[in-house]
């Protein structure tokens, strides 16, 4: 199971599931009433679990997670390829335009062969650019995911 629920998802779904394991519960002792509130009580233990275990099936069918990590991946993968991979294009396409353009104008194939020669160049350095930031996502990730599983250490320093 991979964990899709944040943290403060979690602490509010067992928040939820307590108070409502509570009103189950206080309804079920009282013996006026007929119906006893079992999918209530159900959903409650339900969220109780969910919030213990950080995994939601829902979530999980919907394809959603709200862990920071998975929340901050995604939005990389939005910005980073996309955008760097339109300027890309666009930048091919304008190259390509201008060498079409100075094939007609002029026969010197040297112009042509340098422009070519920086729109790969230029290539290279949005994909070294892709690359940096993909390398600083995982590292923060990684650093964030070693402060969640680090123990809490009390200060050393003794007050007088």
């Known amino acids: 199971m991979k964990k899709n ?3 403060l998802d979690a602490y509010i779904r067992i928040t939820l599931g307590l108070i409502g394991l509570g009103c189950a519960i206080s309804k079920m002792s009282n013996h006026r009433y007929r119906r ?3 999918g209530l009580l159900l959903w ?7 919030g213990i275990t950080r995994f939601c099936p829902i979530l999980l069918m919907f394809g959603i997670s709200t862990r920071k990590e998975d929340l901050i991946r995604q939005a990389m993968d939005k910005i980073i390829p996309t955008g ?8 091919e396409a304008t190259s390509s335009m201008k060498n079409r353009v100075s094939k007609r104008t002029s026969t010197d194939h040297t112009q042509t062969n340098s422009q070519n020669e920086q729109a790969t160049n230029h290539n290279a350095e949005n994909t070294q ?8 996502f995982e590292s923060f990730v990684e650093s964030e995911k070693q402060g969640d599983q680090a ?3 009390p200060s050393t320093q003794e007050k007088d």
């Open 151 to 153: 123990p809490f250490q």
């Open 5 to 7: 629920v944040g943290r």
């Open 129 to 136: 650019a892709e690359e940096l930031a993909r390398r600083a």
């Open 84 to 91: 760097l991979s339109l300027y890309n294009k666009t930048r």
């Open 36 to 38: 006893k509130p079992y």
């Open 44 to 50: 409650s233990a339900t969220k109780v679990a969910e």
